[in-house]
């Protein structure tokens, strides 16, 4: 899982290994380690719920359970450059939220899928 972080906009791009991999239930994630003994830590793993939920894993990172239907619908598309767009509030009724922008690799699919048909 390739990382890219802009104020509120976390790009998470995966291949499609690692969508078959959050498809059978499985997680994906990424992990940095830095000097001192500090890592940074994000995964995905598919939730159970309608909408994506952000969790707090420990100090070191985070991770995002993903609604199951929206990630369905994003695979049917699948390959395209749009990715699945998952907003989560900051706080309770907040207009302030955090985007997670969740994207397979173009390259990668039109490889295992090919292209697509017009």
């Known amino acids: ?3 890219q972080l802009q ?3 976390v790009r998470l791009r995966i291949s ?8 059978a239930g499985g997680t994906v994630e990424n992990l940095t ?22 969790l707090v894993g420990d100090a070191q990172g ?8 929206e990630l369905a619908a994003y695979v049917a598309r699948l390959p395209c450059r749009e990715g699945l767009r998952l907003r989560l509030p900051l706080a309770e009724g907040a ?3 955090i ?3 969740l994207e397979v690799d173009v390259r990668d699919s039109v490889r295992s899928r090919g292209v697509p048909k017009r």
């Not at 499609?16 to 498809?23: C, N």
């Not at 380690?33 to 952000?54: F, V």
């Open 33 to 54: 380690r830095l000097p001192a003994g500090l890592a940074l830590r994000q995964w995905l793993r598919l939730g159970k719920g309608s909408q994506p939920e952000l």
């Open 1 to 3: 899982m390739k990382v």
């Open 16 to 23: 499609e290994a690692e969508l078959a991999r959050l498809q």
């Open 99 to 101: 985007e997670i922008d």
């Open 95 to 97: 207009e302030d939220a």
């Open 7 to 9: 104020g509120q906009l």
């Open 62 to 69: 985070w991770g995002c359970l993903l609604p199951p239907a």
